[in-house]
């Protein structure tokens, strides 16, 4: 039977809505779920949020609300077993693929409830000392920071419905600002269950989250001068989300997270055989499968000595021959499906691209899928080589998402790091190196462009965290091409739910004002 999405706004489920989006299982193509179109009341649903919602969170303390976030982990860990299902059925992903986004949302959401909880009684933060405005030291001016006065609306990607909702939501409810979350429509399906049940435990009051699954239509409209929003997908789209008026107009806070040329660089003192040459290839080819590729930070430009361009793409071709694609539900498969076939058309059209510039180094389509057939959204990885990276074009500016990346040889460090800018703005630059030196030098380098710089070395090969893991104690986020945004950081991402203020007046009256706020000082 399938299941039907509705939307829960004004705090409550609507019903009555007629299917106009169907969610397909994109191995076997059977009908799982349904989304209505254009909400009904999002106006009045957003007035609730930004009142009720708001009122009723922005009355507790910070510790409060971060017992809250950690109530919810307790609601969700006890049915991992059916956001698993739905995450295999709906998105094609396997155990271990799910378990990246299922898991991953629930630690970032417990994440922030063990940081929240540091803040106690709070009820305001301060930013920084009061600053001395008067000979007589009396007169002072002290910054503090409040919840904005509006709700947080989320328009998420399809490729994580679990954890783009809680790495958003997370800091978002700790502020004490109400959610309002638009998931990819094609993988809806996840973010609802998820929603639904910690509605149904009755965690959160009235108000304080609401989702709308697809149609996306008048969302933006629904924005007032004090909302903030935040984005995840297409360059273009974000485009045309920052021309409109409660942006461009009313200065609604908005935070975009787009398209990504994402690097992985090789050392110049990494020889064949050597942990930083096993490290790089190992992870080169996990971060290339992991979710069939369908990750903002999987590295679509791999960089490494021209010297060691053939050892490299031999070493990755063995790897990824061993990678069997097919039906999640095969014990013997290790990576799925794409979540759609328009997304599967979307890489094959993307790789002809490519190809107009590099060469195959591995054609993973010569293997047969397993339990899955032609009308799967299943697709093999592919590694390209190009020859000449500095007159190429599309690998610099194209991104595929999927699992493809393209392999280049640079003549030195400094090469190394100039092709990695022509990403114009990337979320991550991972480099592999037992050299210090050069590690240090090329993460200083690298950050201009980079939200992140992932350095990888033997004495950390066991421990770090992947080049395309996303952890909430480092910022998620990139300049240019990527969006320009930024999210995560531990509790820097409160500052995107806050209204900085300056406060002026006797130093009696700002000490009332922090005795009587339970002020944090971050």
């Not at 971060?66 to 155990?95: F, H, P």
């Not at 700790?174 to 399906?189: D, E, F, N, Q, R």
């Not at 061993?322 to 328009?342: C, E, Q, T, W, Y």
């Amino acid at each position: 039977m399938t299941t039907f999405l509705n939307n829960h706004l004004s705090g409550q489920w609507q019903s009555g809505a007629q299917a106009v989006h169907k969610l397909l299982d994109p191995v076997t193509g059977e009908e799982l779920a349904a989304t209505g179109g254009a909400a009904e009341g999002l106006k009045e649903g957003f007035a609730f949020a930004r009142n009720e919602g708001a009122r009723a969170l922005q009355a507790m303390t910070y510790g409060q609300r971060a017992a809250m976030l950690a109530e919810a982990v307790k609601v969700m860990q006890a049915k991992r077993d059916d956001y698993y299902a739905i995450s295999l059925a709906n998105s094609g992903t396997t155990k271990a693929d799910s378990g990246v986004d299922v898991d991953g949302g629930i630690f970032t959401l417990g994440y922030y409830a063990k940081l929240g909880a540091a803040y106690g009684d709070a009820r305001m933060l301060t930013d920084g000392a009061a600053a001395v405005m008067s000979k007589d030291q009396l007169f002072q001016s002290q910054h503090i920071m409040v919840p904005v006065k509006g709700l947080a609306l989320f328009i998420n990607a399809f490729n994580f419905p679990s954890w783009g909702l809680w790495e958003k939501a997370a800091p978002a409810l700790l502020s004490g600002v109400p959610v309002v979350i638009k998931p990819g429509t094609v993988t809806a399906w996840l973010t609802h269950r998820m929603v639904s049940d910690v509605i149904a435990a009755g965690i959160l009051p009235p108000g304080a989250l609401s989702i709308v699954c697809g149609s996306s239509a008048g969302l933006l409209d629904a924005l007032t001068p004090f909302d903030v929003m935040s984005f995840t997908g297409s360059a273009d789209t974000a485009a045309t989300i920052r021309s409109h008026p409660a942006i461009a107009r009313d200065s609604v806070r908005v935070n975009i997270e787009a398209d990504s040329l994402n690097s992985t660089i090789l050392g110049e003192d990494a020889a064949p055989g050597s942990a930083a040459f096993d490290l790089f290839v190992d992870n080169l080819v996990r971060d290339m499968t992991i979710k069939s590729g369908q990750r903002c930070t999987a590295p679509r430009r791999a960089l490494v000595p021209k010297q060691l361009f053939h050892a490299v793409a031999e070493a990755a071709a063995g790897k990824l021959a061993a990678i069997r694609v097919g039906n999640p539900r095969n014990a013997d498969v290790n990576m799925g499906s794409l979540v759609s076939r328009a997304q599967f058309d979307s890489v094959q059209e993307g790789l002809a691209l490519l190809k107009t510039e590099g060469s195959l180094l591995f054609d993973g389509s010569a293997q047969p899928l397993l339990d899955a057939d032609e009308r799967s959204a299943c697709v093999a990885p592919t590694l390209l080589g190009v020859r000449d990276a500095d007159s190429a074009a599309l690998v610099h500016r194209h991104e595929v998402f999927g699992p493809v990346s393209s392999l280049m040889g640079y003549r030195d460090t400094a090469h190394a790091i100039a092709l990695a800018h022509r990403g114009e703005g990337s979320l991550v630059a991972s480099v592999y190196s037992d050299d210090p030196a050069l590690q240090a030098h090329a993460a200083r380098e690298l950050a201009a462009s980079h939200g992140r710089v992932h350095l990888v070395s033997a004495d950390v090969g066991k421990t770090h965290t992947g080049h395309g893991n996303v952890m909430p104690a480092s910022v998620h986020g990139g300049p240019g091409r990527a969006g320009g945004g930024e999210e995560l950081g531990g509790m820097r991402a409160l500052g995107f739910y806050h209204r900085r203020s300056a406060v002026q007046g006797s130093s009696v009256a700002l000490a009332e004002l922090a005795k009587d706020s339970g002020a944090y000082k971050i």
